[in-house]
T-cell receptor
Framework: GQQLNQSPQSMFIQEGEDVSMNCTSS?????WLWYKQDPGEGPVLLIALYKAGELTSNGRLTAQFGITRKDSFLNISASIPSDVGIYFC???????????????FGSGTQLTVLP | DGGITQSPKYLFRKEGQNVTLSCEQN?????MYWYRQDPGQGLRLIYYSQIVNDFQKGDIAEGYSVSREKKESFPLTVTSAQKNPTAFYLC????????????FGPGTRLTVL
């Protein structure tokens, strides 16, 4: 099946630094989704990307849909302590039939922000 | 407020017992999903349902069962046949066939003693 390779697996950064993480696939995706999961909670959708080359911002977060449609990037500027959590990329699974629109998830990037 | 609720937040059960996890949504979403998350890992799909009275197995359906008798509700039963049931369980929903975004509930942490 389709796989999403997310990197890095974990990051330790100082408060105020910028962060960059990415997600790659051997298959083409027509949608990229970025989620954040706080400890013990469900993932929350941060940004949805629908068009190759698209650059979308949500506050200090910016995500890009790679031009090859096989990758996506998430950047966080001026990190703060509440940015701590796991960030997942996801995309619709082409194997799923009809309108089921199953998602394939990356394995996540664990972000730790040091004061 | 519209959203997805899961209950309980924490659940403890003895080995060999079946247990049912609740998932309710008032978003009027058609599709609903159950995922399992183990420590340090991503999300794995257990079951999904596109419409009422219809559901399909995901990647790791063995030892689980579901029902979809109402649009708002998609309960998951973890049976005694599930070898390693201790995990964090997440329910999600999606609004309609034109959308890919799934929205998640707060999760239920199941511990089998």
């Amino acid at each position: 099946g389709q796989q999403l390779n997310q990197s890095p697996q974990s990051m330790f950064i100082q408060e105020g630094e910028d962060v960059s993480m990415n997600c790659t696939s051997s298959s083409i995706f027509n949608t990229w989704l970025w989620y954040k999961q706080d400890p013990g909670e469900g993932p929350v959708l941060l940004i949805a990307l629908y068009k190759a080359g698209e650059l979308t911002s949500n506050g200090r977060l910016t995500a890009q849909f790679g031009i090859t449609r096989k990758d996506s990037f998430l950047n966080i500027s001026a990190s703060i302590p509440s940015d701590v959590g796991i960030y997942f990329c996801a995309g619709p699974n082409k194997i799923s039939s009809g309108s089921a629109r199953q998602l394939t998830f990356g394995s996540g990037t664990q972000l730790t922000v040091l004061p | 407020d519209g959203g997805i609720t899961q209950s309980p937040k924490y659940l403890f059960r003895k080995e060999g017992q079946n247990v049912t996890l609740s998932c309710e949504q008032n978003l009027n979403h058609d599709a609903m999903y159950w995922y399992r998350q183990d420590p340090g890992q991503g999300l794995r799909l257990i079951y999904y349902s596109q419409i009422v009275n219809d559901f399909q197995k995901g990647d790791i359906a063995e030892g689980y069962s579901v029902s979809r008798e109402k649009k708002e509700s998609f309960p998951l039963t973890v049976t005694s046949a599930q070898k390693n049931p201790t995990a964090f369980y997440l329910c999600a929903s999606r609004s309609g066939p034109s959308y890919n975004e799934q929205f998640f509930g707060p999760g239920t942490r199941l511990t089998v003693l």
